[in-house]
């Protein structure tokens, strides 16, 4: 077997308006692709980011993966979040890594903001 790449990640949410909301508003994310109240994508850099609607035998909505997202100010990106009511965890250092902190999405996805060092 041979992967070329990753096409996508996506999260399961049971609503999708205020998925697309949080994504797209709160988070800045250009919708790429969307398919009524099925599918979501948003283009993040070059990397596809979805959300979906369960479809039968997924997973259930806020026990997905997590998607990381790189932002330069890791304190500013942090601040703007905080100012719009969303609440955001400590951040928490990597050493030479970098940095990152964590919030949730309406589903309850973890979605997390990393700095380089």
């Given at each position: 077997m041979a992967i070329s790449k990753v096409t996508?990640?996506?999260?399961?949410?049971?609503?999708m308006d205020a998925a697309v909301a949080f994504y797209r508003d709160?988070?800045?994310?250009n919708v790429k692709f969307k398919d009524g109240d099925k599918w979501t994508?948003?283009?993040?850099?070059?990397?596809?980011?979805?959300?979906?609607?369960?479809a039968?035998?997924?997973v259930d909505p806020g026990s997905?993966?997590?998607?990381v997202l790189q932002v330069d100010d890791l304190a500013t990106t942090r601040d703007?979040?905080?100012?719009?009511?969303?609440?955001?965890s400590e951040v928490v250092g990597m050493g030479d890594h970098g940095s990152f902190f964590t919030c949730r999405d309406p589903a309850g996805n973890?979605?997390?903001f990393f700095a380089r060092a």
């Open positions: 996508n990640v996506y999260y399961v949410v049971p609503d709160t988070l800045g994310l994508q948003f283009d993040v850099g070059g990397t596809q980011v979805a959300i979906a609607t369960p039968p035998g997924q997905n993966a997590t998607v703007e979040l905080t100012a719009q009511g969303i609440a955001v973890v979605v997390q």
